[in-house]
Nanobody, 123 residues
Framework: QVQLVESGGGLVQAGGSLKLSCAASGRPFSWYAMGWFRQAPGKEREFAAA????????YYANSVKGRFTISRDNAKNTVYLQMNSLKPEDTAVYYC????????????????WGQGTQVTVSS
């Protein structure tokens, strides 16, 4: 089992930045590819970013590419999502997820999920 706890959400003005963290515990963190997903009010959860087990490969949704950066520190068992140039449409609950396989954008491919952290971007 893997436990995931997100932090770093909050309220920010459009154009601002936030950095989300997701701390993992349980099995060795380096066994898992990690992803960030988000769910806006009234919408389905969608992929934002993913990173391979080593951190050598990253993937982004078109909607966040160039603004968000996913990274990980395997020594600290933590994955991050740096979010810059935030827009009101980035408002959502952000979830981190782990899977014991290659990084992917497919939500159903992930085995473990955190509880989420709220990000609100005001205009």
């Amino acid at each position: 089992q893997v436990q995931l706890v997100e932090s770093g959400g909050g309220l920010v003005q459009a154009g601002g930045s936030l950095k989300l963290s997701c701390a993992a515990s349980g099995r060795p963190f380096s066994w898992y590819a990690m992803g960030w997903f988000r769910q806006a009010p009234g919408k389905e959860r969608e992929f934002a970013a993913a990173i391979s087990r080593s951190g050598g490969s990253t993937y982004y949704a078109n909607s966040v590419k160039g603004r968000f950066t996913i990274s990980r520190d395997n020594a600290k068992n933590t994955v991050y999502l740096q979010m810059n140039s935030l827009k009101p449409e980035d408002t959502a609950v952000y979830y981190c997820a782990a899977r014991s396989g290659p990084a992917t954008s497919g939500e159903r491919e992930y085995d473990y999920w955190g509880q989420g952290t709220q990000v609100t971007v005001s205009s």
